[in-house]
C-alpha cells in the first residue's frame, strides 16, 4: 500500500508542476470613477483594489463607513426586504473610519456591492477616483431574496433601467428596484417605482427582488470567457477563447477594442507595454491556414442575429504575438479589451496581461534536409586535353527530404547544448528532473520517465552534450556547433564494418589501424541553426513560446588521404516539451 501511495503521490506532483507552469498574474490598471453624495450611497466595484487597504483608501477622504454585502445564496435563508447595515446577524462586513482595529474588510474587492457613507457634513457630492485591476463581470442571483447589485453599462450616457432592461420583462415589469440617494440611512433605500426616471449608472449598485424568478440577463450582450480572471496568458501562453452572444430580439453589432493600460500604482508591477493582439479570421481550405487581424491597428465587429437565431453567436479566437514583446524576461504586458453594442448600453472591460518569457528548457524537433550543394565540374572535350570550363556549386533540390531528430535544452541563461539522448522524470526526492544520465532518474519510478534519442548524432557513454555558440536561443540568432566522428568510432561511424575485412579499418595484417581515408574517413559535421520569424498566418505568429524554427545548414568534411566536403540545407522546427532550465550532465549524489 505504501508503494502504490509513493506512486500517486509522485504522479500528482508532476501534474501540480505542470499546472503551476501555466499560472498567470493579472497586472492591469484602471480608474473607476465614483460621485458620492453626503449621507449613504450604494456603488459597484468593476475594479479589483486588494494591493491596497480601505484605510489607506479611504485616509485622506471623507468617507467615514464603508459596508460590503456578502451574498448568501442558501436557500435555507432569505430576506423580504432591503437590510440595513448591522454589525451582528447579519450579511454585511464593515470598515469604520473611528473604528479600524474592527474592521472586517480588508481591500475592497471587485463585482461587489457596496454601502458608501459620505460624511453629511460636506456641503456637496465627492468624486471617489479608485484605481484597481478590472475584472470581468459576473454575477450570481438570488431568487429567494433580494439581490445587491450593478450593471456594466457604459461610463456616459447610461441608459434607464427601463430601456436596459428591455430583454428581462420579468424584471422589468414585476421587479422592485431600491436605490440610496444620499441621505440617513433610515430614509435609505429608497423605491425606484418609474424605472424610466432613474439611469442604470455604471458603479451604482441597487436592491433588486423578483421572487420566483431566476435572472440570466446583465446586458444586451453576453460573454462567455475561456477563464472568468481574464485574458492571461502568461509566459507561454498562445491563444485564449471568447463566445459572444445576442440576448436582444434585435439584431446587435458588438465591438472589440484594445485600451491601453493605466500607469501601476506605486509598489506594483510596472506595465512596459501592451500585448499585441491577433484575431483570428478564416480558414484557407488550401493552405490550411488561419488569417488574422492586429487588434492595434483596427477594432474588431461582429453583427450577431437575434438571440435563439442562427448566427446570433460566434466564437472569438485572441492570439498574442510574442514576437513584438521586446525587454527582458518577466517583463509586463497589460491592456484592456473592451466590448461595446450598437445602442451604447453595455460596456464591458476585461483584463489582458502576458510575460515575456524565455526560452529555457527542453526543446525537440527535426530539421529537413531539403537541397544539397552541387559539385559538377565542366570540361571542353573539343580537344586532346580536357579544359575545365566551369563549376557548378549552387543547391539543388532532393527527390524527397531527410528528416534528422534535433534535441536541444536552453539554460536560464540563454545557452543551448545539443543532446544526443535525455531523460526525462523524476530523481530520489521526487522532484521533476532533466539529465543526460540515466542514474540520476528514480529507479522506482521509470515507468515516468521518457527518454528521447537522436540517432543521427554519435551516441557516447558519457553522453555529454554539444554546446551551441552564436548567442543565445532567440529569434534572428544563428546557433552553430561541429560534432566529430573518429575514423574508428566503431559505435557510430557509417564507414566502419567491424567484421567485415574490407571496412573494419585495420591493416592488411589485423595487427594495426588503417590510415584515415583508406577504408574509413574521420567525419566533422558542422551544424548551423538560424532562428527566423513566423510565418505570416496565426497559427505560426502565435506559437512563439511553443515552438521555435528557421533555416539548417550542414557542412560535411571527409578527412583522409583526400578531404571531401559535402553542404546539405533546409528547415527545422522544435517544440517545447518542458520550461526546466536545469540540465544535469552528472550523476547527482
Do not use: C
Not at 475584472?135 to 439581490?147: E, I
Not at 554519435?458 to 552553430?480: A, I, K, R, Y
Amino acid at each position: 500500500m505504501d508503494r502504490i501511495l509513493t506512486r500517486i503521490i509522485k504522479s500528482t506532483i508532476s501534474s501540480l508542476l505542470a499546472l503551476a507552469s501555466i499560472a498567470v498574474v493579472q497586472a492591469q490598471w484602471q480608474t473607476q470613477s465614483v460621485v458620492l453624495k453626503p449621507g449613504w450611497n450604494g456603488v459597484y466595484l468593476h475594479v479589483d483594489m486588494q494591493h491596497t487597504t480601505m484605510t489607506e483608501l479611504f485616509a485622506s477622504t471623507p468617507v467615514t463607513e464603508v459596508w460590503l454585502w456578502k451574498p448568501d445564496f442558501s436557500t435555507l435563508m432569505f430576506v423580504t426586504s432591503p437590510q440595513a447595515p448591522l454589525d451582528t446577524n447579519s450579511r454585511w462586513l464593515s470598515w469604520k473610519k473611528a473604528f479600524p482595529l474592527d474592521a472586517t474588510i480588508d481591500s475592497p474587492i471587485g463585482n461587489a456591492a457596496y454601502l458608501i457613507r459620505l460624511d453629511e457634513s460636506e456641503a456637496s457630492d465627492y468624486t471617489l477616483n479608485l484605481k484597481g485591476q478590472p475584472v470581468p463581470p459576473t454575477y450570481n442571483w438570488s431568487s429567494d431574496g433580494s439581490n445587491f447589485i450593478g450593471f456594466s453599462t457604459v461610463p456616459t450616457g447610461a441608459p434607464s433601467l427601463f430601456d436596459f432592461l428591455e430583454p428581462a420583462p420579468d424584471l422589468r415589469f414585476g421587479a422592485e428596484v431600491f436605490g440610496y440617494d444620499g441621505g440617513p440611512i433610515s430614509e435609505n433605500p429608497k423605491q425606484v417605482f418609474d424605472l424610466r426616471s432613474t439611469d442604470a449608472e455604471r458603479g451604482t449598485a441597487f436592491w433588486i427582488r423578483s421572487e420566483d424568478v431566476y435572472n440570466r440577463y446583465y446586458s444586451p450582450f453576453a460573454l462567455d470567457l475561456q477563464s472568468q480572471s481574464g485574458v492571461g496568458f502568461g509566459e507561454q501562453g498562445s491563444t485564449y477563447g471568447i463566445r459572444l452572444s445576442n440576448n436582444t430580439a434585435e439584431e446587435l453589432t458588438v465591438t472589440m477594442e484594445d485600451i491601453a493600460s493605466e500607469t501601476a500604482p506605486a509598489g506594483q508591477t510596472t506595465v512596459v507595454g501592451t500585448p499585441e493582439l491577433l484575431v483570428r479570421g478564416t480558414l484557407d481550405p488550401e493552405t490550411l491556414t488561419h488569417s488574422y487581424s492586429r487588434l492595434s491597428e483596427e477594432n474588431s465587429s461582429w453583427v450577431l442575429a437575434p438571440k435563439g437565431e442562427e448566427g446570433s453567436a460566434v466564437s472569438i479566437v485572441l492570439g498574442l504575438d510574442r514576437s513584438e514583446m521586446s525587454g527582458s524576461s518577466g517583463d509586463l504586458y497589460a491592456s484592456l479589451l473592451r466590448f461595446t453594442d450598437s445602442v451604447g448600453y453595455a460596456q464591458y472591460d476585461l483584463p489582458v496581461s502576458a510575460t515575456k518569457g524565455d526560452f529555457s528548457g527542453l526543446w525537440v524537433g527535426e530539421a529537413l534536409v531539403t537541397q544539397v550543394r552541387h559539385n559538377l565540374s565542366y570540361y571542353d572535350r573539343t580537344t586532346d586535353d580536357a579544359v575545365l570550363t566551369g563549376t557548378d556549386t549552387s543547391f539543388g533540390g532532393v527527390p524527397r527530404g531527410f528528416k534528422l531528430r534535433v534535441i536541444m535544452h536552453v539554460g536560464a541563461d540563454g545557452t543551448a547544448k545539443l543532446l544526443q539522448r535525455v531523460y526525462s522524470g523524476i530523481d530520489d526526492s521526487l522532484d521533476p528532473v532533466l539529465t543526460t544520465l540515466e542514474g540520476n532518474l528514480d529507479s522506482d519510478s521509470f515507468d515516468l520517465a521518457r527518454r528521447i534519442s537522436a540517432p543521427n548524432l554519435p551516441w557516447t557513454e558519457g553522453n555529454l552534450p554539444w554546446v551551441l555558440s552564436g548567442g543565445s536561443f532567440d529569434l534572428g540568432n544563428t546557433l552553430t556547433t561541429t560534432v566529430d566522428l573518429g575514423a574508428d568510432d566503431q559505435r557510430s561511424n557509417p564507414f566502419l564494418h567491424t567484421y567485415h575485412p574490407d571496412h573494419d579499418n585495420r591493416n592488411a595484417t589485423f595487427d594495426g589501424a588503417a590510415p584515415a581515408g583508406t577504408e574509413s574517413f574521420s567525419v566533422s559535421r558542422a551544424l548551423s541553426f538560424s532562428f527566423s520569424g513566423a510565418s505570416d498566418d496565426f497559427t505560426a505568429l502565435t506559437a512563439g513560446s511553443v515552438e521555435m524554427g528557421g533555416s539548417y545548414s550542414e557542412t560535411i568534411t571527409l578527412t583522409g588521404e583526400d578531404a571531401k566536403s559535402y553542404e546539405v540545407q533546409g528547415t527545422f522546427l522544435l517544440t517545447r516539451l518542458s520550461d526546466n532550465d536545469t540540465l544535469l550532465t552528472t550523476l547527482s549524489e
